[in-house]
């Protein structure tokens, strides 16, 4: 049974129409050295990922102004209490209003001091009036206080999460390290075609036609590559229903608000598609279904019997990407498109005893069973610090072998994102404060990985399994295709990419 969810509370707005608080992403707690937070440790988390460490100070700042606004609000709001109470024993008493006299100028001026005795000067006209002017200002410090949390919310999502102490302190990813390799790597010869040829002699079109039905990037897959692609996606799922996973196929396409929870502000220029027409009602495109699995998190409440094991998704989705941060990279071929599969490994899990870095190797150690179960050479690296996406507290990508280009590329990325994804969406765990003996609150940790690229899988297989005649099939695959064991070609081994003479393909793949 693969559709099993497991108890947990959901908080639903009761009131409908009602905005919902933005969240942080980062507790703010952390921020507050006076408080027992620790800004020194989020300073250099920001320096190790080659960021400015002056962020959390902007944020800082804002926060001591915002408690400043919040504190004023909450004893001016007991001073127009205190009028209210004086003027409803004079009421009980019998005592008449008295004139409209105008409030002491005094009074006014420390208006954030006045005790029962101070107040008690003034008759109930007075403290009619003085309650309604004390109303106004609370209003404005209230607005005031919106303003500045939204700025501090706004200054907090550009703080990265809190790197894992392994992440090498540079943003130059030639220092990325190599933690294991697998498989040997095949030899270049005369007759080693890169994927591009490759494809296009297996039925893969990027011609004029294709171009004028979606402009760059775009492909049409004809016979054997249409099966080779559900091959993988068929097999691919298959693996994780194995290792525990539930199949999940999400929406492709989120509400704004909720991809700006779950996606960098970077993503929305870069990578994500934009649909609609400015209104309320856009949406965007999904650029990995990681998007949706983690917004599917989003106000849920697990207790930690509902964790006792993590909760481990297969997803699988059509993705959709700009790409407009690669101009001019892989423009040939499909490694390197604006619409392609993905089955995605995603994880929520509980917060304590290290059981996100547990599940860290876990993911990674799949990808490495999965790659090394279709024979592809690999190695997998531990990517530094600065280079990693602000949710991310660790990352490990898989790096396959492309003999043609004689170069590893990446295949799959794994992060732990830790509780930074959670915070976003509101997604606890434990009890609640009333009831637990932490001063803080819980949340989930949230992992996710690639387990397959189809694209990008396949032309490493047609560049590592080419014959004369075709590409051979991996023999996992080909019970997924009718037992087939060799994708023929439509003609004659022949290069018919003029751009392929090596140094200009190293940097067309740069």
């Not at 492709?252 to 960098?264: P, Y």
């Not at 509780?419 to 609640?432: H, L, P, V």
Request: proline letters at 4%.
């Amino acid at each position: 049974m693969f559709l099993i969810e497991p108890f947990f509370k959901r908080r639903a707005n009761k009131k409908k129409g009602k905005k919902k608080k933005s969240k942080m992403v980062l507790d703010i707690m952390m921020f507050r050295k006076e408080h027992g937070g620790n800004p020194d440790l989020l300073r250099e988390s920001q320096r190790r990922r080659c960021k400015d460490a002056k962020l959390v100070d902007n944020v800082i700042a804002i926060d001591k102004e915002w408690r400043i606004v919040l504190k004023k609000a909450e004893t001016l709001q007991k001073t127009s209490s205190k009028c209210s109470k004086l003027y409803g024993m004079g009421k009980k008493a019998k005592k008449p209003d008295g004139e409209d006299l105008p409030i002491p100028e005094e009074m006014k001026s420390k208006v954030l001091e006045l005790t029962d005795e101070d107040l008690s000067a003034l008759n109930g006209s007075q403290l009619k009036k003085f309650a309604t002017e004390i109303n106004q200002q609370i209003a404005l410090e209230k607005e005031k206080q919106k303003q500045l949390e939204q700025r501090r919310h706004e200054a907090i999502k550009l703080v990265g999460n809190i790197v894992h102490e392994s992440c090498e302190p540079t943003d130059d990813e030639e220092h990325n390290e190599v933690i294991r390799k697998w498989g040997e790597l095949p030899e270049k010869k005369e007759d080693t075609f890169n994927h591009v040829d490759l494809m296009e002699l297996l039925g893969m079109d990027r011609t004029e036609n294709t171009t004028m039905i979606a402009g760059s990037r775009s492909y049409v897959l004809k016979g054997d590559l249409v099966r080779l692609q559900l091959a993988l996606i068929n097999y691919s799922m298959n693996f994780l229903i194995q290792k525990g996973s539930t199949p999940l196929y999400p929406p492709f396409f989120m509400t704004k608000d909720m991809m700006g929870n779950v996606a960098e502000l970077a993503d929305f220029d870069e990578a994500l598609y934009h649909v609609g027409d400015g209104s309320d009602s856009d949406k965007y495109l999904i650029a990995t279904s990681e998007q949706p699995i983690c917004a599917y998190q989003a106000g849920r409440w697990y207790q930690e019997a509902d964790l006792k094991e993590p909760i481990k998704y297969a997803g699988y989705s059509t993705c959709f990407r700009k790409e407009a941060g690669s101009s001019g990279k892989d423009t040939l071929g499909i490694f390197r498109v604006h619409q392609f599969e993905k089955i995605e490994q995603f994880v929520v899990c509980s917060p304590r005893n290290g059981e996100s870095w547990k599940m860290l190797d876990e993911l990674i150690n799949n990808s490495e069973e999965f790659y090394q179960s279709l024979g592809l050479p690999y190695r997998v690296v531990q990517i530094v610090a600065g280079a990693l996406n602000l949710a991310a507290a660790k990352k490990y990508d898989l790096e396959a072998y492309f003999p043609a280009s004689e170069t590893f590329r990446e295949l799959v990325s794994v992060s732990n994102c830790t509780d930074y994804q959670s915070r976003a969406i509101e997604t606890r765990f434990g009890q609640s404060l009333k009831t637990s003996t932490s001063k803080h609150k819980e949340y989930v940790h949230m992992l996710n990985g690639t387990l397959c690229a189809i694209t990008r899988t396949m032309c490493c297989i047609v560049e590592n399994y080419q014959t004369e005649e075709g590409i051979k099939v991996p023999k996992v695959l080909q019970p997924y295709m009718g037992g087939t064991e060799l994708l023929r070609f439509n003609g004659p081994k022949v290069r018919t990419n003029t751009l392929e003479d090596g140094k200009k393909r190293k940097k067309q793949q740069a």
